[in-house]
């Protein structure tokens, strides 16, 4: 490979895939798709807004990349039932841009696809670790709009498009925004540390289990799918997860003994979800045999990572 695209680049993953990529393939240039938004470290900078579609026509066009990662979507998903239009719009929609300029700009390259662990929903509802013909079942608007995403994705690799579907589970580390559990949990915590919160955290429910994976871990993922593209069926995929679900509480007071505070946590009518599933787990071996991936990063590693973080953010 000459020249891989990333969309999403100035996002939380796209920083953290630069290193990985810069590390993984040296010399390549790096070509970061953004809405216009200054980044730093990329070889190259092309503008790319996934509700424009010639936007996404010219920006495939201007990279001519030999491989495409598709990072870049409405990720949060209390927003996404704030807004669920918009939320289907960019990820479902824009999805389809890219993939479609690909097709045309540069159909010999990979199409590597961000998706996501939501798309199974309520079938984590059966108790046992999914894989990869686990039932899409999603529960909120933006798992819908991913597993539509994925789906339409899998259709076009039978008209050429070189793609190979991902699906990490929750992950997390240093970058990521508090709209997502560990990261706000390690604010708030941070927060209190420092003297800058009341002693109270705020939280949503804390009875659920989470199958979590440091973003590290996630970039390898899409590291490997890159340097085994070519013994891969179009259309092909992997499921990237620990196997090890983590319970969400023990998650928050783990990372209430590492500060050294003692706070009373309230609930937060407000961080709830209208559905939710108690307990997600991913199969993860067609990724280990496949892609002789797996996850590396000790999760005591990972949630020291995130809370030093935000400590050094706040100050």
Not at 34 to 60: K, N, Q, Y
Not at 120 to 142: C, I, K, T, V, W
Request: hydrophobic residues 50%.
């Amino acid at each position: 490979m000459r020249r891989i695209l990333v969309t999403g680049a100035s996002g939380f993953a796209g920083g953290h895939l630069r290193l990985a990529l810069r590390a993984a393939f040296p010399g390549v240039v790096l070509v970061a798709a953004t809405r216009g938004e200054r980044v730093e470290g990329w070889d190259e900078a092309v503008t790319l807004d996934l509700e424009d579609p010639p936007s996404c026509i010219a920006a495939v066009h201007t990279a001519r990349p030999d491989a495409v990662v598709h990072l870049a979507a409405l990720a949060e998903t209390a927003a996404s039932f704030r807004d669920p239009q918009r939320t289907w719009r960019v990820n479902l929609l824009g999805t389809l841009a890219v993939a479609e300029a690909v097709l045309a700009e540069a159909p010999g390259a990979v199409f590597v696809l961000a998706s996501s662990a939501e798309v199974y929903g309520l079938s984590f509802q059966d108790g046992h670790a999914l894989a990869e013909d686990g039932a899409l079942r999603p529960a909120n608007p933006y798992a819908a709009s991913k597993a539509a995403a994925d789906l339409a994705v899998g259709e076009m690799a039978l008209r050429g498009l070189r793609a190979i579907r991902l699906r990490p589970f929750n992950h997390t580390g240093a970058g990521q925004t508090d709209g997502f559990v560990v990261s706000a949990f390690a604010r708030q915590v941070a927060m209190v540390a420092a003297g800058r919160q009341e002693p109270v955290l705020r939280v949503g429910a804390l009875d659920r289990w989470r199958d979590f994976l440091d973003v590290a871990d996630v970039c390898s993922g899409y590291i490997a799918a890159l340097r085994r593209a070519d013994d891969l069926p179009r259309g092909a995929v992997f499921n990237l997860a620990s196997g090890e679900p983590r319970h969400v509480r023990g998650i928050l007071d783990d990372l209430i003994r590492m500060a050294g505070i003692s706070p009373r946590i309230e609930q937060d009518s407000a961080r709830l979800r209208p559905t939710d599933v108690v307990r997600t787990e991913g199969d993860a071996r067609a990724a280990r045999s496949a892609l002789g991936w797996e996850p590396r990063v000790p999760w005591a590693t990972t949630l020291a990572t995130v809370l030093a973080d935000w400590q050094a953010r706040i100050g």
